[in-house]
């Protein structure tokens, strides 16, 4: 982990998995756990609701790498 001089941190080396889960007919991106494969039917949260997706795709990314900024991902709810 790197520090800025004013005390914050720089970078953070933790990979994350994030999938594209097609929900609803449009590409959202999600925090999931590591066994998450591509096909997989999951549940998620979805504007004030949860529903049901299918994961497009699965990557896995830093930080600094991920789709969706860190702080406004959401996660995966439950495989199905």
Request: charged content about 20%; glycine content about 8%; aromatic content about 6%.
């Amino acid at each position: 982990m790197i520090h800025s001089m004013s005390g914050g941190v720089l970078s953070d080396n933790e990979v994350y998995t994030f999938v594209k889960v097609e929900v609803e007919g449009a590409p959202c991106w999600y925090l999931a756990p590591d066994h998450v494969q591509e096909g997989a039917l999951v549940l998620v949260p979805h504007g004030y609701m949860s529903a049901q997706g299918r994961v497009l795709k699965v990557e896995r990314c830093t930080q600094q790498t991920a789709p969706v900024p860190m702080k406004r991902a959401r996660e995966i709810l439950a495989l199905l």
